[in-house]
Nanobody, 115 residues
């Protein structure tokens, strides 16, 4: 069983920063990519960023390139999302995800950016 727990969300003014964390447990993740997605009210879930645990390959959604940075700490089985220059349109519930045969999602953490 894989468990993902996000933290770090909150309320921030436009232009501010937040750092999200996703702690994974239940097995090792040395060869799996981990993703961040987000979902705003009334909208579909949107890809935000991906990091491959062992290769370090990183990908970003177009809407966050240049503002968000994904990183990982393999020793802690934790992935981070540093979010800078936040905009009101970044307001959403942010989820971490991993696919190990099945898709596993965390419970989500709310990010609200005020204008």
């Amino acid at each position: 069983q894989v468990k993902l727990v996000e933290s770090g969300g909150g309320l921030v003014q436009a232009g501010g920063s937040l750092r999200l964390s996703c702690a994974a447990s239940g097995r090792t993740f040395s060869s799996n990519a981990m993703d961040w997605f987000r979902q705003a009210p009334g909208k579909e879930r949107e890809f935000v960023a991906r990091i491959v645990w062992n290769g370090g390959s990183i990908y970003y959604g177009d809407s966050v390139k240049g503002r968000f940075t994904i990183s990982r700490d393999n020793a802690k089985n934790t992935v981070y999302l540093q979010m800078n220059s936040l905009k009101p349109e970044d307001t959403a519930v942010y989820y971490c995800h991993i696919r190990i045969g099945l898709d596993y999602w965390g419970q989500g953490t709310q990010v609200t950016v005020s204008s």
